[in-house]
Structures are given as C-alpha cells and as structure tokens.
C-alpha cells in the first residue's frame, strides 16, 4: 500500500500550517481519507494533486524529428551531400535541413536515439561484398530502409604532381613520409586501417596517423599545404584541391531511413530530389562519383 501521510506530514510536505490542511480538503480537493477520526494522505495522490495545480508548467521538449518541415541528416560527410543542401531548400522553401557531421557509426547511434532523419553511411563489411546492413542491424532495433545517394570512389589524396611517388598504401611505409588522418567514427577511417593491415604496415609507425580531421576536405587541405604527404579522402577534394589521387576503389554511400519515418514529407522531398534533373547536373560537376544507383531502394529489395 502506499505511503499515508497524516495531517502534519502533509503540512510539512506542502509548507503551510495544519489548520490549512482542512481547508483544503474542503474547498480545493486534497485527497483524503478519514480513518479511526484522524485524516489521512496518499502521499503519491497528494503529489499529483499538487502536479495538477501548477501553473506555468514547463513544456516537455518536442522531438525534433516530429518538428513540421524540418530534416535532420546526421552521419558521414561528402562533398556532393553538402552541395544538395541548399538545392534541396532552394526547392523546398518552407524546409530546413540541417546535417551534422557525426560519422557513419555516430549518424547510427544519433538514428537510434531518434536525433535524426535519417543517416548517411558507407560502413562495409568485413568482408566488402556489402555495406551498412550488418553495422545497422547492430545499432537499431528494427532494420531500416536503405536508400542509395551514390557511388563515390575512395583513395589517398596526395601532392600535386606526386613527388614522394606514393602508389599504394603500401608505400607509406617509408620513414621521411607524413600521413593524416579521419576520426574513428569515420567509415573512411576504417578503410585507411583495413588498406594499412593489408599492406603489412603498423599504423603506430606511420608519421601523422594519430592526427585526425573531421572532413574529407581538410584532409586535402593538410595535403594542400604540405602538412602531410597523403591522406585518405574521396575523389572529389583531388579534384576540388588540384591535388592527385590514387584509387583504392568505389564504394556506396547511403541513407539510412527508419521504416516509422520513411513516409515522412521531409524525408520523401528530400528523396523526390534525387531524381531530379538539378540534382544530377550537380553532380556531373564534380569528379568521382556515380549516379547508376542513386535514389534506388537497396534495403529492402523489391521482388
């Protein structure tokens, strides 16, 4: 049974004297109960009874993924996502997008929390035959939606010209070169390690490799200036920075959709716009990228 409180527990509990306690039994509601000719209190009823009297109460914050007109991406950077932005108000005027560089594992764990829209990831397996179906189903309760945004191709950003004459990963082993590096949230950081493993290389010997950036772009920038001889990045900041590159292969970079938020109006503009012919020229202006499966649903597969 719960906790009774007699009539100068009461008072104490609400701080006024016990003669007031009677009159608000009588003229405001104060739950009670006589038993034996004394009064007693449920204190959990008398708590609410004060809950419900409360004036001004502060508002519970609204979630943000239920705010009308507003998209919130969360996950890993690119170049051609960050240019879609303000196409994507440009269309849809009455929208706001925002997008928070997180990470592919950090835009996961912000799906998660329901701190987002959706997420963008390019999160392969070990053994990269596929991407983000494992990293998803492991982070979210429900398997997700996943829908393609594009093909980027992924390498190392080095010096105009290459003057160290870098190849392959393999290469920056030698002791006179410097590298930078991504964050360990960063899916292209996860590459780098898996490239460096397969070359036979101790990341702890590499010059630069505890020095991490947050964008692909600032990678190419260090390069740029001569603060490191190479760094992994997409294709697009070579050509962006002038700055040469050398491959390691294509990969997919998606949208991760919760199925509860799929056919939200934000979410379905927002991939209405990946067929539109904006959008494309957008990106056959930049390098590096391939628009074969761009706006394809590749999680769950129609039959």
């Given at each position: 049974m719960e906790k009774l409180l007699s009539t100068k527990e009461v008072a104490r509990f609400l701080g006024i004297n016990e003669k007031m306690v009677y009159t608000l039994i009588t003229e405001k509601g104060l739950p009670a109960t006589k038993i034996t000719g004394k009064w007693l209190f449920p204190k959990e009823l008398v708590e609410q009874w004060v809950e419900s009297k409360t004036i001004n109460y502060p508002k519970q914050l609204e979630s943000a993924v239920q705010i009308p007109n507003l998209l919130l991406i969360a996950g890993s950077n690119d170049i051609l996502l960050d240019r879609s932005l303000p196409l994507f108000r440009k269309l849809n005027p009455e929208q706001t997008v925002l997008f928070g560089n997180l990470g592919s594992l950090g835009g996961l764990k912000a799906l998660r929390r329901g701190q987002c829209h959706l997420a963008t990831s390019h999160l392969?397996?070990?053994?990269?035959?596929?991407?983000?179906?494992?990293?998803?189903?492991?982070?979210?309760?429900?398997?997700?939606?996943?829908?393609?945004?594009?093909?980027?191709?992924?390498?190392?950003?080095?010096?105009?010209?290459?003057?160290?004459?870098?190849?392959?990963?393999?290469?920056?082993?030698?002791?006179?070169?410097?590298?930078?590096?991504?964050?360990?949230?960063?899916?292209?950081?996860?590459?780098?390690?898996?490239?460096?493993?397969?070359?036979?290389?101790?990341?702890?010997?590499?010059?630069?490799?505890?020095?991490?950036?947050?964008?692909?772009?600032?990678?190419?920038?260090?390069?740029?200036?001569?603060?490191?001889?190479?760094?992994?990045?997409?294709?697009?900041?070579?050509?962006?920075?002038?700055?040469?590159?050398?491959?390691?292969?294509?990969?997919?970079?998606?949208?991760?959709?919760?199925?509860?938020?799929?056919?939200?109006?934000?979410?379905?503009?927002?991939?209405?716009?990946?067929?539109?012919?904006?959008?494309?020229?957008?990106?056959?202006?930049?390098?590096?990228?391939?628009?074969?499966?761009?706006?394809?649903?590749?999680?769950?597969?129609?039959?």
């Open positions: 392969a397996q070990e053994d990269n035959q596929e991407y983000n179906f494992a990293f998803a189903a492991s982070e979210l309760d429900e398997v997700p939606a996943l829908v393609n945004f594009c093909r980027r191709e992924q390498g190392l950003v080095v010096a105009k010209g290459n003057p160290r004459g870098i190849r392959a990963v393999a290469d920056l082993g030698a002791r006179d070169l410097c590298v930078v590096n991504r964050p360990l949230e960063a899916s292209t950081r996860l590459l780098f390690d898996r490239e460096i493993l397969k070359a036979g290389l101790d990341c702890r010997q590499l010059p630069g490799y505890e020095r991490e950036l947050a964008s692909h772009v600032e990678v190419g920038l260090e390069v740029l200036a001569g603060r490191a001889d190479a760094g992994p990045a997409i294709g697009a900041v070579a050509a962006l920075l002038d700055l040469d590159f050398i491959p390691l292969g294509w990969e997919r970079f998606d949208l991760i959709i919760p199925k509860d938020g799929f056919f939200s109006k934000s979410v379905q503009l927002f991939l209405e716009m990946l067929h539109g012919q904006p959008f494309r020229a957008l990106a056959e202006s930049l390098t590096g990228y391939d628009l074969s499966l761009c706006g394809k649903m590749i999680y769950p597969r129609s039959r």
